[in-house]
């Protein structure tokens, strides 16, 4: 089992920035893509911002230009810088991490416990 621990969420006027970490620990072998998704109040969880071992990264056309996601595999830890924030930002934001499984033969998606993030206007 891997465990998955978001920080850095609040409260930021529009316009602000906000970071949020993602540290991984548990039993780790090798931990692949990472990433992170938000889910605003009554609507579905959409991925935001995805980081391979290696470094590419890919982001929702909302966020391109705003949000920055980084990784430190030696930490086994995500990040994701979010400048110009928007009120649309709000949401609960939750980390997501791949590692592959022997027990299921195929890599296994584990989630944080998610960290709210408000924008106010």
């Known amino acids: 089992q891997v465990q998955l621990v978001e920080s850095g969420g609040g409260l930021v006027q529009a316009g602000g920035s906000l970071r949020l970490s993602c540290a991984a620990s548990?039993?780790?072998?090798?931990?692949?893509?990472m990433g992170w998704f938000r889910q605003p109040p009554g609507k579905q969880r959409d991925l935001v911002a995805a980081?391979?071992?290696?470094?590419?990264?890919s982001y929702a056309d909302s966020v391109k230009g705003r949000f920055t996601i980084s990784r430190d595999n030696t930490k086994n830890t995500v990040y994701l810088q979010m400048n110009s924030l928007k009120p649309e930002d709000t949401a609960v934001y939750y980390c997501?991490?791949?590692?592959?499984?022997?027990?299921?033969?195929?890599?296994?998606?584990?989630w944080g416990q998610g960290t709210q993030v408000t924008v106010s206007s």
């Open positions: 980081i391979t071992r290696a470094g590419a990264t």
């Open positions: 548990g039993r780790i072998f090798r931990i692949n893509s």
């Open positions: 997501n991490a791949h590692q592959y499984e022997p027990m299921y033969g195929r890599e296994y998606p584990y």
